[in-house]
């Protein structure tokens, strides 16, 4: 598994990849609302005659209220230098197929198999059964999703008085805050969001969106812009973009062919999962004394990462923010500097091949699906963010995490992670040796079980409750004017 890396060193060549349109794509898809507190407001369209005219009047509405890419990252950088509360109210908009249908757009709504279906007509395949659904149920399903982020919540209220108040011709189907936890943790007490696909792609002429340094050519063969962030063709998270190739980690895949509408868009992925945090510490508890072995290690075996972040397949429980990611299962990750390297981790000795972050992310090991080129087609980008309160606060609160995630291919990136990956006992890597569930999310009608370093363990309760929640389409910022009616550049 180990070899020799070679020293020279050269950062990933940007000139070849896609200037991004960053003042049409929405700053909740790239780079992201890094606000402290958000807002959800779903809306249902009405019945019968009508719908059209409301939707498009909303959108009329909403549309110049959409905060851009490029704006998002002159936002995320003031952040960074100067802290939260420097910057107002952050807005995205989401539309369901039902939404694109009423407003004439057929093939827009088609342009996924999942995406046209919707996520209650899909559930089955996610959940063994749609029971208790809060977000989304039949009849209130989620038309149009807005998305209010900021770091003052008064100036969050105002924004979202008007989509709540009667008048506009649509129904409030759900409403929702949240809101970032001490440390970006959720509510099991792990340190969350960490791991991401950096896109390839151009701010301007001579800057890539994913700041690049030099690196020594990667056993892996995957490209890197830093250690641990490697680098994914656009078109895996924005329509009419480079698409990953399933052969190749560094050139482009085939292109799409989609609708002119769908360009700079992207499908949403939007669940609602609570957190039964009592629920998860007396189990895993339970299960440390019967190894035996102490529920602080039993609990990270499940996770695949120390409550800081920092990941089991590193020997450090100190890792800089260069090393968190800078690892492989079935390759060294080598020193690069000042950044220490990692050893390889294939048979599960350190991170356990049940670990949730082992199921939805293998990294550098191939899988039923294929090889370790073709994983990289299966990534997402999230952007979810905590709800409710911690639980040592206010045990008897409602608490969990909004998931949502951003990609092309609804069934081919989050429904492989979940349901192909997270809900199946598969025989990755090794042929005819079970893995596990993911006994964080995994859903399944019998057990969970999972073989861990200290031996096996099984539960049958539920430590995350699906809620409900929408498969949505984020248009690009002239898609929502064209939809809206409304000229363009006004």
């Known amino acids: 598994m180990t070899a020799t890396v070679p020293a020279a060193r050269h950062a990933v060549d940007?000139?070849?990849?896609?200037?991004?349109?960053?003042?049409?794509?929405?700053?909740?898809?790239?780079?992201?609302?890094?606000?402290?507190?958000?807002?959800?407001?779903?809306?249902?369209?009405?019945?019968?005659?009508g719908q059209a005219?409301?939707?498009?009047?909303?959108?009329?509405?909403?549309?110049?209220?959409?905060?851009?890419?490029?704006?998002g990252l002159r936002h995320r950088s003031r952040r960074r230098a100067l802290g939260p509360g420097h910057d107002g109210v952050s807005v995205a908009v989401a539309l369901s197929s039902r939404c694109l249908r009423v407003l004439g757009q057929p093939g827009l709504a088609m342009i996924d198999e999942a995406f046209g279906a919707g996520m209650g007509k899909r559930s089955g395949l996610l959940?063994?059964?749609?029971?208790?659904?809060?977000?989304?149920?039949?009849?209130?399903?989620?038309?149009?999703?807005?998305?209010l982020a900021g770091d003052d919540e008064s100036r969050l209220a105002e924004a979202e008085a008007p989509l709540l108040a009667p008048g506009h011709g649509l129904t409030v189907s759900h409403r929702q805050t949240a809101y970032r936890?001490?440390?970006?943790?959720?509510?099991?007490?792990?340190?969350?969001?960490?791991?991401?696909?950096?896109?390839?792609?151009?701010?301007?002429?001579?800057?890539?969106?994913a700041a690049r340094q030099p690196m020594p050519a990667m056993r892996d063969g995957r490209a890197y812009a830093r250690p641990g962030d490697v680098l994914v063709w656009p078109g895996q998270f924005l329509f009419g973009q480079p698409t990953q190739s399933d052969s190749s980690t560094t050139r482009?895949?085939?292109?799409?062919?989609?609708?002119?509408?769908?360009?700079?868009?992207?499908?949403?992925v939007y669940r609602k999962l609570a957190q039964d945090v009592a629920?998860?510490?007396?189990?895993?508890?339970?299960?440390?004394?019967?190894?035996?072995?102490?529920a602080g290690t039993l609990r990270a075996w499940l996770v695949g990462r120390r409550p800081d972040g920092s990941p089991l397949v590193r020997d450090e429980t100190d890792p800089s923010p260069a090393e968190i990611n800078h690892f492989g299962y079935d390759n060294d990750a080598p020193p690069i500097g000042e950044v220490r390297g990692a050893r390889a981790d294939a048979d599960g000795g350190r991170c356990p091949l049940a670990a949730h972050i082992r199921k939805v992310n293998p990294r550098d090991q191939e899988t039923d699906q294929g090889?370790?080129?073709?994983?990289?087609?299966?990534?997402?980008?999230?952007?979810?963010?905590?709800?409710?309160?911690?639980?040592?606060?206010?045990?008897?609160?409602?608490?969990?995490?909004?998931?949502?995630?951003?990609q092309t291919d609804i069934d081919r990136q989050f429904e492989t992670l979940a349901r192909r990956w997270a809900n199946k006992s598969d025989e990755r890597p090794s042929p005819g040796v079970p893995n596990g569930l993911d006994m964080i999310i995994g859903r399944t009608r019998g057990p969970r079980e999972a073989p861990l370093p200290g031996g096996h363990v099984s539960t049958m309760i539920d430590?995350?409750?699906?809620?409900?929640?929408?498969y949505l389409f984020t248009p690009s910022i002239p898609a929502l004017r064209a939809l809206s009616g409304v000229p363009d550049g006004r």
Request: aromatic share 6%; hydrophobic share 40%.
């Open 53 to 71: 005219a409301a939707a498009r009047a909303m959108l009329a509405t909403l549309t110049p209220m959409v905060t851009p890419a490029r704006a």
């Open 252 to 268: 482009p895949g085939a292109p799409r062919t989609d609708p002119a509408l769908a360009r700079n868009g992207s499908l949403l």
């Open 463 to 470: 430590y995350v409750i699906p809620k409900g929640g929408a």
């Open 371 to 406: 090889s370790q080129e073709n994983t990289l087609t299966m990534m997402i980008l999230r952007r979810g963010i905590t709800y409710g309160p911690l639980y040592d606060e206010d045990p008897a609160a409602d608490r969990g995490l909004l998931f949502l995630c951003y």
């Open 279 to 294: 629920a998860f510490r007396g189990d895993t508890a339970a299960m440390a004394a019967a190894l035996p072995v102490d």
């Open 127 to 147: 959940d063994p059964a749609k029971e208790g659904w809060e977000v989304g149920a039949p009849g209130a399903e989620l038309d149009i999703l807005i998305i």
């Open 181 to 209: 936890l001490p440390g970006d943790i959720e509510h099991f007490g792990f340190r969350d969001g960490i791991s991401q696909p950096s896109l390839r792609g151009r701010v301007d002429a001579a800057t890539p969106l």
């Open 14 to 49: 940007a000139t070849n990849e896609p200037l991004l349109e960053l003042d049409e794509i929405q700053a909740h898809i790239v780079p992201g609302f890094p606000d402290t507190h958000q807002r959800f407001v779903g809306l249902r369209l009405p019945d019968g005659d």
